[in-house]
């Protein structure tokens, strides 16, 4: 674990730069909300998802029901179920672990996993629990730090939230020169782009998943023939 926690960092880098901003961005409208920086501590320990957070936000706002909280967090996080089956093996070899593996499984760390080059003399596994740990105490810091800092301070956080598109695009970018086999980003841009335009910035997201993961699954052969060669 002692080994593989610099590296770890080193590639979390991006994620903290991105994580500071918007879990400060979050720390503040739960601030705005009425609501103490305890709370922004806990909710980030204890829920750690950063659209499902915003969405609590304006929930909490509102006075909703439980129920409405649990199936609204539910439609905006199903995305996750397509991340978890990527990783059931390595996550199954790890553990305890796996676990809070499942459990800190955000788009981020999702990308900074499925990256993950470990280096000589460094447990992979190790490493893939550093970048979780990591990513999480990234978000729960800016968090806090923004309900602190939001109820001292006046601060305008319109625009703050691109800082998730740019982390999105660093990450993108990245694996896209390191992949030697391009067809399943391709996939991906099609799949999200034709979504995109059929069904709107609201409804893309789960329509868009399932045809990257029906188009990986049928083109599964040809794929592993690439990276072969």
Known sequence: MKNALRPAFSV??????????????FGVMLRDAGFAPP????SSLSIYA???????????????SLITVVVMTLLLNCRHIFY????????????????????????????LLCALKAPERVDPNA???????????????????????????????????????????VIFVEQWLSAKCHIPALLGLAAAALS??????????????????????ALRGRLQKEVAE
């Open 39 to 42: 709370w922004a501590f806990l």
């Open 127 to 169: 490493m893939r629990l550093w970048i979780a740990v990591l990513d999480h105490i990234y978000w729960i810091a800016g968090s806090v730090i923004g309900a602190i800092i939001g109820g001292v301070l006046p601060f305008d956080s319109t625009g703050i939230d691109f800082a998730m598109t740019a982390l999105f695009t």
């Open 196 to 217: 995109l335009i059929i069904l709107g910035p609201d409804n893309f997201i789960l329509p868009a998943m399932v045809a990257i993961c029906v188009m990986l699954a």
């Open 84 to 111: 978890g089956l990527s990783f059931l093996e390595t996550f199954h070899q790890m553990g305890r672990a796996k676990w809070y593996m499942i459990f800190s499984l955000t788009d981020e760390t999702y990308s």
């Open 50 to 64: 950063g659209s499902g957070q915003y969405l609590l936000v304006s929930l909490l706002a509102a006075n909703a």
């Open 12 to 25: 979390t880098i991006p994620v903290l730069c991105g994580y500071l901003f918007i879990g400060f961005a």
